[in-house]
Every structure is written in C-alpha cells, then in structure tokens.
C-alpha cells in the first residue's frame, strides 16, 4: 500500500489533532504548533506542508521550505515525521519524493536536509533516493 500524499490547502480538526500526534514523535523539546501555527506554515508561499494518508488518515508530514539567494533558489526539507504505527510502510519515501518533485517543479537549485546520525532507518532512506551526504560543518546559533 503506498501513501497517499497531499499539500495541505487549509487548516482543519483532523491537521491540528494529527499534528498535535505527530509533532510528538518527532520532537520532545518542541510543542505541536496549534492552528495558529499551521495557518503560519500552510499560508506562507514560501513553504509547503505536505502530508500523507493511509486509509484516509493522516501518518506523517514533511515541510518544505523554499529561500532565494544570490546563487539560485534553494530548498529545505525540515521536520519529517511518520507516525510510529505507519513506519516501514513507505510514508518518508512517498513524502521526500513529492517534496523533491515540488522543489523541481519550483525551479530550486537543490535540496538540502539534515537528520541526526542515530536516525539509522531515516539516514539509509535518503541515500537510497539520492541524496549525497556532505562533508560539512552545521552550526546553529539558538536565539
């Protein structure tokens, strides 16, 4: 069975309480960004919340951020969770490739991403699909 993947149009019950199930699962120091916080994400033309469905019900999510620079436009993927129940069942896959065919279809230079080392299962995904570890140096600077 494959996901059925979609960019969320609007903010709704079913996107607030899956995310308010999801965002939990991807992340214990950050709280699920309520309505107010999807309107921000879903009405910004500068990004696309994509999620996927299987059975009708909403598993995981994937946003993806568009920026312009000197060099090109560029895009990021950030904050890509599968529910736990759904993993193994090809969600992450169906999710980064939609995502890479709007960034495409966008006209981006490239997509980015990072995933933390011990995401051994999320890691192999994206090399598998093609995307080129860097041999980079990440630095936040938390405000």
């Known amino acids: 069975m494959s ?4 960019i969320a149009a609007e903010v709704n019950d079913e996107l607030v309480d899956a995310f308010d199930r999801l965002v939990p699962q991807l992340s214990s120091s950050s709280p699920a960004p309520g309505r107010s916080g999807l309107h921000a994400v879903v009405g910004n033309p500068n990004s696309a919340l994509f999620v996927a469905r299987l059975d009708g019900a909403i598993v995981g ?3 993806l951020v568009f920026y ?5 436009l560029k895009a990021w993927i950030e904050d ?4 736990d129940a ?3 069942q090809g969600v992450g896959e169906s999710l980064n490739r939609a995502a890479i065919d709007e960034a495409r279809r966008r006209g981006a ?10 995401r051994e299962a999320a890691n192999r995904l994206y090399r598998r699909i093609g995307f080129d570890q860097r041999d980079t140096n990440f630095y936040r600077f938390t405000l």
């Open 109 to 118: 230079k490239d997509v980015n991403l990072t995933s933390r080392p011990s």
């Open 80 to 83: 890509v969770v599968v529910d």
């Open 3 to 6: 996901a059925d993947i979609e």
């Open 68 to 72: 312009a620079i000197p060099t090109g």
């Open 86 to 88: 759904a993993r193994g």
């Open 61 to 63: 999510s994937l946003t």
